[in-house]
């Protein structure tokens, strides 16, 4: 066996029921949960694909203004059943290592010392929380399938669905993708938004946790129900504007609006698929990324430089897919087509039957110049009057939710303390909620 290389028969059997222990974690969220000199946590590394995966020692030490460098991250070596990080001193367990240090007030290397562990956070689940029941389709990592979790001490019971991903199969930058759009999800709490309970990252498949909305993809649902009246349609996209105005008010870009990224259930749309979305108000996309052409605004097919307008034309788009039963944009074109006609001004016409108003602001959403389009609060007061759906106080219905996730999550956490040894955190209400 080589130096660094885990045995598989010590993985589960002792680490894993340490608080400190918070299986793949990539050091992405580690910065953003130690927050104090000396915090500590293990983890085990992302595989890189025919790489033997190591556990990590991650420590903030001389943090000054959250510097990302500020956390060292030790390898912990192991070889014939020893482990170390120096080779002056090996243990027979990573719990006695971690003692030794911590207890003896010794320093690991250049006066970095360890002074309290940093337990799971309440996003951070167990998969045996979590029964994986039928396949809801094929995702960018693997299935995503419906299931329902348990939060053990309220014995309460919620449906799920939930991403899969089997780290085996995906190289470092799509564990580090799926690990951030976890990171985006565990930032948004709004009605018109799917719900993030969290992620199980001790065990492969990784699951990305989130609410199960009844009817999936909008635009299958589109497509299966083409007798929807003009006002339902509407208040549809009434609701992805609200979806929209509050990304953007993070700020955010969601850099992927279509009907396929949004889920209709209980009368509402959800906006979904966050893994393209970024903070900020802009961003300028890598050379030679696919992108979603058909959705994608005339000045980003250009420069590939993305702003809220961009989002603001793909929801144009949206509009478009939303009265025309859920088909393809732009019938008949290939995306080269697309690319040439939108990039010449071609746009497909607005729906003849939706209100004039509405035929302006869809036209208005995919304008050639940027500064010409509505904002999200624009479109949403237009649909609002539009429809005369009230607004309902957002913030209000976010902040019972998130109190309500906080108080079974709560329970679930005080029941691993049972079980597990180690300091416990009080888990935060997650930010923007
Ligand atoms: N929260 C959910 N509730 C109900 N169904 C869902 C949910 N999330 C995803 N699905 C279903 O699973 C399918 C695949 O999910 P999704 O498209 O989000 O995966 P993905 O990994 O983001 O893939 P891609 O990036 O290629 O779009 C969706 O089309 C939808 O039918």
Redesign the pocket.
């Known amino acids: 066996m080589s130096v660094n290389s885990v045995p598989s028969n010590l993985i589960s059997a002792t680490i894993e029921k340490e608080s400190f222990y918070h299986g793949l974690m990539p050091r992405e969220d580690v910065r953003l949960i130690l927050d104090k000199n000396g915090q500590f946590l293990v983890r085990m590394s992302e595989p890189k694909q025919g790489e033997p995966r190591s556990y990590i020692l991650s420590v903030l030490y001389n943090n000054k203004l959250d510097d990302f460098n500020a956390v060292k991250h030790f390898v912990i070596n192991c070889q014939q059943r020893k482990y170390f990080i120096n080779t002056n001193v090996s243990f027979s367990t990573i719990q006695d290592m971690i003692a030794y240090y911590q207890k003896g007030n010794i320093e690991i290397q250049d006066g970095c010392k360890l002074v309290s562990s940093v337990s799971r956070q309440f996003w951070e689940l167990d998969h045996e929380m979590i029964t994986i029941q039928a396949k809801?389709?094929?995702?960018?990592?693997g299935e995503?399938a419906?299931g329902t979790m348990n939060f053990k001490r309220r014995g309460k019971t919620v449906k799920v669905?939930v991403?899969q991903a089997k780290a085996e199969k995906l190289d470092k930058e799509q564990i580090k993708c799926f690990m951030a759009e976890a990171r985006t999800m565990r930032k948004l709490g709004h009605q018109n938004v799917?719900k993030f309970y969290g992620v199980a990252v001790m065990q492969e498949p990784l699951y990305l946790v989130?609410?199960?909305?009844?009817n999936?993809?909008l635009d299958?649902y589109l497509k299966k129900n083409e007798d929807l009246s003009m006002e339902k349609r509407i208040e549809m996209l009434l609701q992805v504007a609200w979806g929209l105005e509050y990304i953007h008010g993070k700020p955010m870009l969601h850099r992927?609006i279509a009907a396929?990224?949004c889920?209709y259930?209980d009368g509402k749309v959800k906006i979904?698929?966050f893994?393209l979305t970024r903070n900020g108000t802009f961003y300028q996309v890598k050379p030679n990324t696919k992108a979603p052409i058909r959705w994608l605004a005339v000045e980003t097919i250009k420069t590939m430089i993305c702003s809220q307008k961009t989002d603001i034309w793909s929801y144009g788009i949206l509009c478009w897919e939303v009265f025309n039963n859920g088909a393809e944009p732009y019938p008949g074109m290939t995306p080269a087509d697309v690319a040439q006609q939108v990039s010449s001004g071609y746009r497909m016409p607005p729906h003849p039957l939706a209100p004039l108003e509405v035929q302006t602001l869809t036209t208005r959403c995919c304008a050639e110049n940027p500064n010409d389009r509505p904002t999200a609060p624009e479109v949403a007061q237009i649909l609002q009057r539009v429809t005369g759906v009230h607004r309902p106080n957002f913030a209000a219905i976010a902040k019972k939710e998130a109190e309500e996730l906080l108080l079974m999550n709560t329970a679930t956490m005080k029941n691993y303390s049972h079980r597990r040894k180690g300091t416990q955190r009080k888990p935060c209400v997650p930010r923007g909620m």
């Open positions: 809801l389709g094929e995702g960018a990592f995503v419906a669905a991403k799917v989130m609410e199960l909305v009844s999936g993809a299958s992927d396929r990224n889920l259930g979904s698929d893994g």
